[in-house]
Nanobody, 123 residues
Framework: VQLQAFGGGLVQAGGSLRLSCAAS????????MAWFRQAPGKEREFVAAVSSSGGSTTYADSVKGRFTISRDNAQSTVYLQMNSLKPEDTAVYYC?????????????????WGQGTLVTVSS
C-alpha cells in the first residue's frame, strides 16, 4: 500500500485548506484511516480518523469544530478539510491507514503512512 498526501501550502490565519490522501496498491475501503501531524520540534500527534465506511469520525480536541475528515472509497482517497486555521496548526500532515477494523488515535496502530505534506499558517 502506498499513500500519497498532498494539498498543503501557505495560508493566512483564518483561512482554509483541503488535504487529500490517495491510496494505491490496495483498496482501503475496509480500513480506518487517519491524519496525524508533526509540528517543528514536537512529536507527531493525532488529528482525526474516519471509519472504513466514513460513518464514524473522531477528532483531537484542538481541531474539533474546525477540521472535517471524510473519505471516498470509490476513489481510495481520504480528505481533511481544515477551516479557521491557526498558526499553531503549522505542521507536516501525514495520512495513515490501519490494518485493523476500529478507529484508533494511537500512532502505533497505523501500518501505512504517507510522506507528509507541509501546512504553514501565517499570523
Amino acid at each position: 500500500v502506498q499513500l500519497q498526501a498532498f494539498g498543503g501550502g501557505l495560508v493566512q490565519a483564518g483561512g482554509s485548506l483541503r488535504l487529500s490522501c490517495a491510496a494505491s496498491g490496495r483498496t482501503l475501503s475496509k480500513q480506518p484511516m487517519a491524519w496525524f501531524r508533526q509540528a517543528p520540534g514536537k512529536e507527531r500527534e493525532f488529528v482525526a480518523a474516519v471509519s472504513s465506511s466514513g460513518g464514524s469520525t473522531t477528532y483531537a480536541d484542538s481541531v474539533k469544530g474546525r477540521f472535517t475528515i471524510s473519505r471516498d472509497n470509490a476513489q481510495s482517497t481520504v480528505y481533511l478539510q481544515m477551516n479557521s486555521l491557526k498558526p499553531e496548526d503549522t505542521a507536516v500532515y501525514y495520512c495513515a491507514a490501519t490494518s485493523g477494523r476500529i478507529i484508533l488515535t494511537i500512532e502505533g496502530a497505523y501500518d501505512y503512512w504517507g510522506q507528509g505534506t507541509l501546512v504553514t499558517v501565517s499570523s
